[in-house]
């Protein structure tokens, strides 16, 4: 036999021997069943062991954090509104309004109510707004107390409420009914400022808003209501809370305090559970009255039942937040009242603990506030400044689970509770259990199965990895590995391909953006310019023959901006800027650099031009139709001296860290000298840009100059 033969039977052997022990396959397989079943029986012992108190904990976590944001967000609208108030009374308009109709108010105290006029109030609260008011009420009211006592009250109330004969009619109309038609001075002011508080109940979202003035008249009201022409001091709503904190607002005699009300039952508003708040209105040195504006009780169940999605913000099938007051009723409405209300009365009469008459009440007005009583344990900790969570009795007799806290609101003692049914917060924990117990024999299963289809395919990716690898290496940028498996190696294929993918687009990024940064560099200098600076040029400088200057600088503008907000200064410059580039590009001139009050511009620079001269000069009287159309439309008077030479100039780089292009020479030292020589706005030229252009322009002597130690006459172009 040959020394080959030898040496090709020896290198056979050797592979034959290494052949004859696992493979990797095998040993995968092994490792992946010893490991996936060792883990799973750990794991699943582990998890059946703790599983179900950590359930129990995520439950009562997320309830937690449920209430936490309902507490910040009830907290945030409260303060929005409180802010509104403040915002809304002391402006302008409402001072201006408030003044008016408290005069206007005052003048009708004049007018005398006739006997005829007196029996119609009393034939429209008798027939009218008190039959309607016991009916949504549930209880009897008498007739002669809703008159107001004074007669500028009962004027307006025969002006403008007895016109509201339909309370389930529209009252847009209402609120846009300021004039009575009566030609008084009340009817004028309504008519002329009530559109402000038209304004306020369609975009600040408020129920009603109320203009008291300081003896504690309603001397106008958005909607005209019964409560219009009231007084809270001496009228029948005297001992309500509103009209005691309209008092303690207006003790204070400051425009800067604040008054706000929990819910109480208002009569003007169908007896329907009403939020004011308080605000003065006047300035610093003096008040004039108080607005009153009417929180929608939409606006608190909006937030606590988060427009109505309970289940999509993690409170299930039953879960809810409320509010209950110190009175133990709630202030917001009930999750079960609004999915259904039949149910929810029929409950709470057979276990709820709550009146009869009380449960059916709610059912007929389908709200809670002021109506359902929450007597449990949560709120009794809650009430005493303490937060937690309990699971027990909830406000209609079934087990909850419960998370408390008070609420820090200004006037307002209220907490907050979250709660949900016992067995749906805690219904993943006996899921887990039997999840846990089946999953871990289909796992023992599954990963048998598993291991071996594993293993077989496991080896396959790799190779296409390996070889995709070597083709990039190469620079091969556009090689893209065949997407099969969905595991962890389609993951790596898919993330070699975007690899390969990015750094192509990373390298057509970096070509387009060194096109881009060229394109910039040519912007901020000639190209002459930049060439040299690519090239490490630290010192360039340019001579140039026969270059006109202009310099051109606003007067008066400093005074407009000492009047201006830093944005609207810079709203101006930039709309002078655009006007000055825009004609500088229409007469062919070059901008060398823009100061914030001035403008530096060249002709024949860059660009070679006979007329440099002639296009430098209509530059400038561009410039100042420019200041004039910009006068025109903003009512401003500022003005433009310009001045114009031309001669030698150099141009160049100046600075290190911030580079910039600038032009200087004697033609920029008398163009800018020539541009003050009267201090009076308007293009001054020199006496050699004079002598080339006088056949085309009309110019007047302005004065002179020193320049280069002699005297230069300056030209003004007429």
């Known amino acids: 036999m040959s020394d080959t033969g030898k040496i090709g039977s020896g290198v056979g052997e050797r592979i034959r021997r290494r052949r004859g022990g696992l493979s990797i396959q095998s040993k995968l397989l092994i490792m992946l069943l010893a490991v996936s079943l060792l883990s799973s029986l750990v794991i699943g012992a582990v998890g059946f062991v703790n599983g179900r108190q950590s359930l129990n904990d995520a439950a009562i976590d997320q309830l937690i954090t449920i209430r936490s944001m309902r507490a910040s967000e009830v907290l945030e609208a409260v303060d929005d509104a409180k802010e509104a108030a403040s915002l809304h009374s002391r402006n302008l308009s409402a001072q201006t309004l408030s003044t008016t109709m408290n005069a206007a108010f005052d003048e009708l105290q004049q007018t005398v109510i006739t006997d005829e006029q007196q029996a119609q109030l009393e034939e429209y609260y008798s027939s009218t707004f008190v039959p309607v008011l016991e009916e949504r009420a549930g209880e009897e009211y008498g007739t002669e107390a809703f008159i107001p006592e004074s007669n500028a009250g009962r004027y307006l109330q025969l002006q403008y409420t007895t016109r509201n004969l339909d309370f389930d009619a529209d009252y847009d109309s209402l609120l846009r009914a300021n004039d009575a038609g009566d030609g008084s001075s009340y009817s004028a002011g309504a008519e002329r400022y009530g559109d402000y508080f038209t304004r306020l109940i369609d975009e600040a979202g408020y129920e009603d808003a109320l203009l008291l003035n300081l003896e504690g008249d309603v001397v106008f009201s958005a909607y005209k209501g019964v409560d219009l ?36 039952r208002w009569i003007p508003s169908m007896n329907m559970p009403t939020m004011w708040v308080v605000s003065p209105v006047g300035n610093d040195s003096r008040i004039t009255g108080a607005i009153a504006f009417q929180v929608s009780l939409d606006a608190v169940n909006d937030v606590m039942t988060g427009d109505e999605g309970w289940k999509s913000q993690g409170l299930g099938d039953t879960g809810e937040v409320y509010l209950v007051g110190r009175d133990d009723l709630m202030r917001s409405t009930s999750r079960r009242l609004e999915e259904d209300p039949e149910a929810y009365v029929e409950r709470l009469i057979a276990g709820g603990g709550v009146a009869p008459s009380v449960a059916e009440r709610i059912g007929q007005v389908k709200g809670t506030v002021l109506l359902q009583p929450v007597q449990t344990m949560a709120v009794e900790e809650a009430q005493a400044g303490r937060s937690g969570t309990f699971v027990g009795r909830d406000y209609i007799g079934g087990e909850s689970v419960t998370a408390y806290a008070p609420l820090a609101i200004d006037g307002l003692d209220w907490v907050i509770i979250a709660r949900i049914d016992t067995a749906e917060a805690f219904a993943p924990v006996a899921e887990f259990t039997r999840n846990v117990l089946l999953s871990l024999l289909g796992i023992l299963l599954g990963v048998s199965l598993l291991s071996l289809l594993l293993a077989q395919v496991f080896t396959r990716p790799i190779h296409r990895l390996v070889e995709a690898v070597r083709r990039v290496a190469a620079g091969d940028l556009a090689v893209q590995v065949p997407q099969g498996s969905r595991d962890e190696f389609g993951d790596l294929g898919n993330a070699f391909n975007d690899m390969a993918s990015s750094l192509r687009i990373k390298q057509e990024l970096i070509d387009e953006q060194r096109i881009e940064n060229e394109k910039l560099l040519h912007t901020l200098m000639p190209e002459s310019v930049a060439a040299r600076y690519k090239q490490g040029d630290e010192a360039i400088a340019e001579a140039h023959e026969n270059v006109s200057v202009v310099f051109a600088e606003l007067t008066g503008f400093d005074e407009l901006a000492s009047n201006l907000t830093g944005e609207e200064e810079i709203g101006y410059l930039n709309a002078l800027m655009r006007g000055f580039d825009e004609a500088a590009q229409k007469t062919g001139v070059e901008k060398v650099r823009t100061l914030r009050g001035g403008y530096l511009a060249s002709s024949g620079l860059s660009v070679p031009r006979v007329d440099n001269v002639r296009r430098s000069v209509e530059f400038a009287r561009s410039l100042v139709d420019v200041i004039e159309r910009f006068n025109a439309q903003n009512g401003t008077s500022i003005g433009l001296r310009a001045g114009v030479d031309t001669g030698t100039v150099t141009s160049g780089l100046v600075g290190r860290t911030s580079l910039a292009y600038d032009l200087w020479g004697d033609a920029v030292s008398l163009a800018y000298r020539v541009r003050s020589v009267t201090g009076e706005p308007g293009v001054y030229v020199s006496q050699t840009v004079y002598d080339r252009t006088r056949e085309g322009y009309t110019y007047v002597e302005a004065g002179t100059v020193e320049s280069q130690g002699r005297t230069e006459t300056v030209w003004k172009v007429a």
Request: glycine share 8%.
């Open 229 to 264: 022409g009231t007084n809270l001091n001496t009228g029948p709503y005297r001992d309500t809370a509103f009209a005691q904190t309209y008092r303690d607002t207006i003790a204070t005699n400051s425009v800067d305090a604040l008054g706000m009300t929990d819910f109480e």
